[in-house]
């Protein structure tokens, strides 16, 4: 069965920071990218960072880049988000999800559109106090 689970998630201050971690379980592609999305309450679902399991290619949005470190261990399958420097903004349920296309030489022109992703892990919570 195919799964995506994240853990990782908690309180923290600002300035603070936490690792979050998705276990890609049932997979059988040879190629596939990892997205961290987040929604805070009311707000639209936003794309933050993605990798890609063969060539490592990274992408980050512009309100984490700089904070955020995505990394990918295909040995373990586990791809990790590292979130440093922690503000309240950055509030939200946190999900990971998969794009099983082989993209081969090609790069989306929007990494973050939620139609890419086939699938999804359940959310896990962060929230940061001011």
């Known amino acids: 069965e195919v799964q995506l689970v994240e853990s990782g998630g908690g309180l923290v201050q600002t300035g603070g920071s936490l690792r979050l971690s998705c276990a890609v379980h049932g997979f059988t592609f040879d190629h596939y990218h990892i997205a961290w999305f987040r929604q805070a309450p009311g707000k639209e679902r936003e794309g933050i960072s993605r990798i890609g399991r063969s060539d490592g290619a990274t992408y980050y949005a512009g309100t984490v880049k700089g904070r955020f470190t995505i990394s990918i261990d295909n040995a373990e399958n586990m791809v990790y988000l590292q979130m440093d420097n922690l503000k309240p903004e950055d509030t939200a349920v946190y999900y990971c999800?998969?794009?099983?296309?082989?993209?081969?030489?090609?790069?989306?022109?929007?990494?973050?559109?939620?139609?890419?992703?086939?699938?999804w892990g359940q959310g896990t919570q962060v929230t940061v106090s001011s």
């Open positions: 999800a998969a794009d099983t296309r082989d993209w081969k030489d090609f790069r989306p022109v929007q990494p973050f559109a939620p139609a890419l992703y086939q699938y």
